[in-house]
């Protein structure tokens, strides 16, 4: 059964930093891609960074570009979101989540797997 875990969200002010974490387990993720998604109250589920657990490639939104920062660990099947100069409207749920097809990364319609959830909050 796979399984995606986040943790590390919380309350934070504008300018700080937060390290999200995902714990995948259940299968091979070696030729997934493994994105960071957000979702804001009535607003739609966007990506906000993605890799490529082949070869660690990277992808950026415009909106977090220069600011976070998106890596994974093999050993640890970990893969992890550093956000860093936070501003308020980084406020969301943060998702993470798997696709077999790298290719469309940038879709959330191509994702088979995606974890609970973590809240992130952005004080101004």
């Known amino acids: 059964q796979v399984q995606l875990v986040e943790s590390g969200g919380g309350l934070v002010q504008a300018g700080g930093s937060l390290r999200l974490s995902c714990a995948a387990s259940g299968r091979t993720f070696s030729s997934y891609a493994m994105g960071w998604f957000r979702q804001a109250p009535g607003k739609e589920r966007e990506l906000t960074a993605a890799i490529m657990w082949s070869d660690s490639t990277t992808y950026y939104a415009d909106s977090v570009k220069g600011r976070f920062t998106i890596s994974r660990d093999n050993a640890k099947n970990a893969v992890y979101l550093q956000m860093n100069s936070l501003k308020p409207e980084d406020t969301a749920v943060y998702y993470c989540?798997?696709?077999?097809?790298?290719?469309?990364?940038?879709?959330?319609?191509?994702?088979?797997?995606w974890g609970q959830g973590t809240q992130v909050t952005v004080s101004s």
């Open positions: 989540a798997a696709t077999p097809y790298s290719s469309t990364y940038y879709s959330p319609l191509v994702y088979d797997y």
